[in-house]
């Protein structure tokens, strides 16, 4: 097996068995990006992408269209395809953002939380403390989405979870490599603080408890250590 097939093989996703071919490679795809399975700058074909999802040409291509209308992936002039690199002002860009949408649905959401909801984000913040405890950075990721979402989607009249997921899919890949220089991630469980918040139907707590979590994360690494992420990888790039 060549060097790039190692490279581009890609998480299995139970989801999206029994999908179109079009969709099942959309969802692995979009899973591979979430969850940083393919980093930042590396460079893909649409038959390297055929390849590792067994499928034609012809979902693939519709795959990359619809993740690069979503911003998760750069189309370069060699009819190659790329993910962004990151950069610190882009970085601090996309946490913000995250900050302001999840906070504002969360709050949005609050109103219509029940106790069935509250004991679903209960058992999901407990996997994902195994997770962590496990070391399990993919797992960890996907729940701590499921988390966010159930928590959004609890709003009937929600419409911003597309946004949200646009970010998450942008963040994705440099969050796995920053993940990496951040030793301490998780020390205060903020899902607790946040269903301790809608137990107490308290807005604001739940307001702080969001965006404590997403700073607290990767988030959270100061400016200068995401520069010098940034400076190690083009280094690295150069050799």
Known sequence: ?????????????????GATSQASAYLRLRHALMIGAIEPGVAITIQDLADSLQ???TPVREA?????????????????ITVPEMTASRFEELINIRCALEVYAAKRAMPYISKVNIDELEHIDADINKAVENND??????????????LYLSNPDQITMPMIES???QLGPFMRVASRFQKDLYLVDRHK??????H???ESALAKAI??????AVGGLKPEIISKILEDRVLAKNK
């Open 55 to 57: 499928v034609s040409a």
């Open 200 to 202: 107490r139907n308290d």
């Open 137 to 150: 950075w993919p797992l960890t990721v996907v729940l701590n989405q499921q988390f966010h979402s159930t």
């Open 1 to 17: 097996m060549s060097k790039r097939s190692r490279r581009l093989i890609l998480p299995e996703l139970v989801d999206s068995a």
């Open 193 to 198: 603080e946040a269903i301790e918040a809608l």
């Open 211 to 216: 965006e404590d979590d997403i700073r607290d």
């Open 64 to 80: 990359l269209r619809q993740l690069s209308a979503e911003k998760a992936l750069l189309a370069l002039e060699n009819r190659r």
């Open 167 to 169: 970010v998450w899919l």
